[in-house]
């Protein structure tokens, strides 16, 4: 009975209604956002250069039906994306927009494991949320053409699935932190803080080694326990401060992570209190927010089991790795989709053999002759990408070899230690299959 | 008030933290190690480099001049002279020398230079020709016949036109040459002051150079002579072709290169990258990576050095020799594009991409 109980006043709580300001300020921030991020990627000529040259890609297993379309395709998909940015930053069409924008952004994001960043599969995840909540029910254009009607309220898990999202991205980034090249080594830290000794003012310190310490559990500490505070209404104020520096910090570091860091500052302010939004956009809902539960719709019930479904998923995921012999950082088995950041300056040089099995003629390959200078790079560090390439290369010179054979030869190099085969040079990758199970011919397995 | 208060805390802590900033100390002093790279060894390289191809375009004048065996001889004796020089500066892809790496582009397209010749009308600018010049086509006009068929050939039938080509090849060289020779020499000292790791800087080129020039050594000089690389087209195997096939200088090429890269890498006699990684520690199997890269390129030079004759010939007689030295290389090569490129956090082949 007890138990009963307890669980209809967390679910009570949960169902509460709250202002719906945060979530507003949110559509508007994440659509002006992902308009600028859109845009910049378009202009950097990224589009060109990820989709439209490269002559082969490294699809997600499971996911080889998805292709990229031709040049104008896919820049008409980019150009849908900053439509609906603009849509969902004004709340107009707001549904529609949310699961085009989610759609093609997860679309892009699955064309090319080589383009796979922690970042992207945030936005595809945060643009997956929104498409479930009622974003546009105050200061939208929806509701000023009565497409939809005002609401002053939502349910607070509205609010709290978005928190829960961003907490889950902290949390599990700082875990992966806990680990012995990170906090006891200080690497790869002690190998990219010393590179920025020309930052003004920092510069100077970066180079000292009890520096890349600090950096290192600072960050833990903060990955870990931040999200913590932003959920406590005394400390959600410092919390937010130190979220912006932190990554203020990391930006002028690590240029190279691009609008991560803003992302997840502007992101953040969903933990801010409400009347903080509500100031910004001139609505006051505190007043009837009260206790008042509002009886549940089936359509919300759905929504809510679907969320539930989520988040499950996203606290195990994270966890896969266990199911799999050896060292992570070698293997990179359950690697991905686990909001690991920064952990590994990992260099890798990958050298192909193709062998007629027939006549026992062999060649090495040029790998630049399929593949772009990021794609190599990406796949020379990842076992599962390498054995993508090596059934290419089946692929190309099965067409006139009966038989033929590929093996790699991978040399790989982590957070300074000495470069080693990552995986098992005398395998006939070409016999090999991808999938879930454990790839046996990868080495560092023994030794964990 | 509260907020106020809690804010100028945290400017005085940065006030603080600013106040103990540290002298700039014992981090590794990039710009004396980048002098020193160019002083002694990018710039002597480049103006050795552009004294031999000036003896060159001398010897080639010479040639055409009056076609003789001597005046042949003398050519040849020049062309082998700069094209080893030139393996001392193939290494630098910097502003200055651009171009450069465009005079050794093989295997030489000798359809294309007997189209040339027969017209007597071409740029050798154009991307088409890139392949019909440099070393690699002189290679071809003076080594690919004996030398009685080779000195008829200059004298007659299409024997001006032949000439004159054979003059415009050489003057690009030499043109590029001094180019490069002047332009580093002024180059120098900005050369030294880009400092950092990042793209861009110095140290980061160089880096991407020498990984660059030591898998060049191993694919295109040693693994295209063995026949162990090649390139697929509809599905089909093919070997690439050796450098130098003609007048066999593959071996001494390569050696040249080597000693030209260890010198890069240790900074000659004085600061170098060696140094460089030294003072950060980097180990390689337990051992200082500094040292085990010298070593390497010791061992790999005496490896080239073990193989009797030139590649062309070493083929059939000595393959088990050209296969040591094709594995040292893939050592040494391994050791500067991961190893040693990963300890100062050098990028490899930058493409502008976000990361995470």
Sequence with gaps: MLQIQKNTTWLGKLSAQTSIAPLVVFRIAFGIMMFAATLRFVSKGWVDTLFVQPSYFFTFYGFEWIKPLSANGMYTVFGIMMLCSILIATGLLYRVAAIVFFLLFTYVELIDKTNYLNHYYFISIMAGILCLLPANKAFSLDVKLGLAKTVTTVPTWAIFALQLQMAMVYFFAGISKINPDWLLNAMPLRIWLPAKADVPIIGAWLTEQWVAYAFCWIGMLFDVFVAFFLFNKRTVWYAYAVVVVFHVLTAILFPGIGMFPFIMIVCATIFLPAVFHERLIGISATASASSATTKASWLSQATLTLLVLHFSIQAVLPFRYMLYPGKLFYTEQGYRFSWRVMLMEKVGYTIFNVRDAATGKSVEVNNRQFLSLQQEKQMSTQPDMILQFAQHLKEVCGKEMQNPEVYAEAYVTINGRSSRLLIDPKVNLAAEQDGFANKKWILAQADK | ?356
């Design chain 2, 1 to 356: 008030m509260k907020q106020l208060k809690h804010i100028s805390v945290f400017a005085l802590l940065a006030l603080a933290l600013y106040g103990c900033k540290p002298e700039k100390k014992d981090s590794y002093n990039q710009e004396a190690m980048l002098t020193n790279i160019a002083t002694n060894v990018i710039v002597p390289a480049h103006q050795q480099f552009s004294t031999a191809a000036q003896a060159l375009k001398q010897k080639s004048d010479a040639f055409s001049n009056a076609p003789s065996t001597q005046s042949l001889d003398e050519l040849k004796a020049a062309f082998v002279t700069a094209y080893a020089a030139y393996m001392a500066v193939e290494t630098y892809d910097f502003n200055p020398s651009l171009g450069v790496r465009n005079l050794n582009v093989f295997a030489t397209d000798t359809a294309q230079i007997n189209s040339n010749i027969a017209t007597g009308s071409y740029n050798l600018e154009a991307a088409l020709n890139i392949r019909a010049k440099g070393f690699p086509a002189i290679d071809y006009l003076l080594y690919s016949q004996d030398a009685g068929t080779t000195l008829n050939a200059f004298l007659v039938n299409n024997a001006a036109n032949r000439k004159q080509y054979l003059t415009d090849v050489v003057n690009d060289i030499s043109t590029v040459a001094s180019t490069a020779a002047t332009a580093w020499a002024d180059y120098k000292s900005q050369f030294a002051a880009a400092t950092g790791t990042d793209v861009g800087s110095s140290v980061g080129m160089l880096v991407n150079d020498v990984a660059f020039s030591a898998e060049r050594c191993r694919r295109e000089r040693v693994g295209n002579a063995l026949g162990y690389v090649g390139f697929i087209s509809s599905g089909s195997l093919y070997p690439y072709s050796l450098e130098a096939s003609y007048s066999t200088q593959s071996k001494a090429l390569l050696i040249a290169n080597l000693q030209q890269l260890k010198a890069l890498y240790e900074g000659g006699a004085g600061e170098g990258f060696d140094d460089y990684l030294a003072s950060i520690n980097a180990e390689y199997d337990g051992q200082p990576l500094s040292t085990a890269i010298s070593t390497q390129f010791d061992v790999a030079i005496a490896k080239a050095n073990a193989v009797p004759v030139d590649f062309a010939a070493a083929l059939n007689s000595n393959k088990p020799a050209m296969e040591e030295l094709f594995l040292e290389l893939k050592k040494l090569t391994v050791m500067l594009k991961v190893d040693m490129s990963s300890q100062l956090g050098v990028v490899i082949n930058y493409s502008d991409n976000d990361g995470d």
